[in-house]
């Protein structure tokens, strides 16, 4: 396993402070590593979406669908990188796809926010929390309850995709299929399909790929 030159630092300089083995020490430079790709992941999808023309819907991207996988969980990377690489190009691309969407009859934006808000709840009661093999969430008590807060917080993204359809704002169509864009790209993530996208993107460029059985 890599490291950057900074989070070896950190993990030495925290280990010696606390008395804390090799083990240890690597699982820091591990986590403070992708702390910091994180940061700086958000930090250039933001760019990328400014430099696209629509910041602001990149950061409502940003905002739901971190709050969507922080308890339903879903597929990803196994490597930091490419988690990162692929942010920074589809968060954009989805606030690019609601800018032009917006501007469609609002029919189909109530047909695509009731498709968004149906699948979302029915995806994470079929399939949230979604784990990973390496952290497997082993007890059904923390289960339960991750899938219920993963309920409402779905229940609070439909509320305001409800709520922005009965607002005169200007901005509120785009904002709205941001949302709704959003869910259907996190809830595809808890699918098995999800799992084996993340599977092959995992695999580019290596002569053997992950395994992707799931």
């Not at 968060?91 to 917006?102: E, G, K």
């Not at 929390?129 to 807060?149: A, E, F, G, N």
Request: net charge positive; hydrophobic share 50%; aromatic share 10%.
């Amino acid at each position: 396993m890599s490291y950057l030159g900074f989070s070896k630092r950190w993990a030495s300089s925290l280990a010696a402070a606390h008395q804390l083995g090799e083990e240890k020490q690597a699982e820091l430079a591990y986590a403070i590593e992708v702390l910091a790709i994180t940061f700086l992941d958000a930090a250039l999808t933001l760019i990328v979406g400014w430099i696209l023309g629509v910041f602001w819907n990149t950061v409502a991207c940003l905002v739901t669908i971190a709050a969507f996988r922080h308890n339903a969980g879903g597929g990803h990377s196994e490597s930091p990188w490419r988690c990162a690489l692929v942010t920074m190009t589809v968060f954009p691309l989805l606030a690019l796809a609601a800018s032009h969407v917006s501007m469609w009859e609002p029919l189909h934006l109530n047909l695509i926010s009731l498709i968004s808000i149906a699948v979302g709840f029915a995806l994470i009661l079929i399939y949230a929390p979604v784990d990973s093999p390496k952290s497997p969430i082993i007890s059904p008590i923390r289960r339960q309850r991750l899938k219920r807060l993963a309920l409402i917080i779905m229940g609070v993204i439909s509320l305001v995709i409800v709520g922005l359809s009965f607002t005169g704002w200007d901005y509120a169509p785009e904002i709205r299929m941001c949302l709704a864009l959003s869910v259907l790209w996190v809830s595809f993530n808890l699918t098995p399909w999800g799992h084996r996208l993340w599977c092959f993107i995992d695999g580019l460029g290596y002569k053997q790929e992950r395994r992707c059985s799931d």
